[in-house]
């Protein structure tokens, strides 16, 4: 096989060349602060979180109700500045069993994230979190279960303000 590259010989580098600067070369190290600001709709929804409450979004013309809530439908892309309380309750999705944690440590009891759709949100809409007070077999799609918070001097503004959502029983719902 002939060497297509044998008309560009080039010129071979060694480490020397970089070390007593033969060769141009820049060398720099990025120094960046940065911040993250939460915006409009997800301040409101931590704010409401610390008071112990989820907060979900309406918009007004295609009247979904969608948590965490958004400042622009990702429907009709109006403007929802509508901001609505709703309840801690809601009905699993979908969940897993991580027998791994988000380190790579193996665990014998797993952890429990579920895709749990809020009541009063529109179908199809709400937030993952972990299951608790819960046996892993259990645990189905359709499950109903509830909010478990922190006490309100150990809430912070965050998602982690409630610890987990455990099993409830409804009657006559």
């Not at 409101?44 to 969608?66: I, N, P, S, T």
């Not at 918070?149 to 455990?166: H, L, M, Q, S």
Request: aromatic fraction near 10%.
């Amino acid at each position: 096989m002939t060497d297509r590259f044998a008309q560009y010989p080039g010129t071979p580098l060694s480490e020397g060349d970089f070390e007593n600067k033969s060769v141009l070369f820049h060398y720099d190290e990025m120094h960046g602060e940065f911040a993250w600001d939460t915006g409009i709709a997800i301040r409101r929804y931590l704010d409401a979180l610390k008071q112990g409450f989820l907060l979900g979004a309406h918009c007004r013309k295609c009247q979904k109700v969608v948590i965490p809530p958004r400042i622009v439908c990702e429907w009709c892309y109006q403007p929802m500045d509508e901001f609505i309380p709703l309840r801690d309750t809601g009905t699993i999705n979908t969940f897993s069993l991580c027998y791994v944690t988000w380190d790579v440590q193996r665990i014998k009891e797993p952890e429990i994230p579920a895709v749990i759709e809020i009541d009063g949100a529109s179908p199809r809409h709400g937030i993952l979190h972990k299951l608790g007070e819960v046996d892993p077999r259990s645990v189905h799609v359709n499950m109903r279960v509830q909010a478990v918070w922190k006490t309100p001097d150990e809430r912070t503004g965050a998602i982690t303000d409630i610890r987990y959502f455990k099993p409830i029983t409804e009657v006559g719902r």
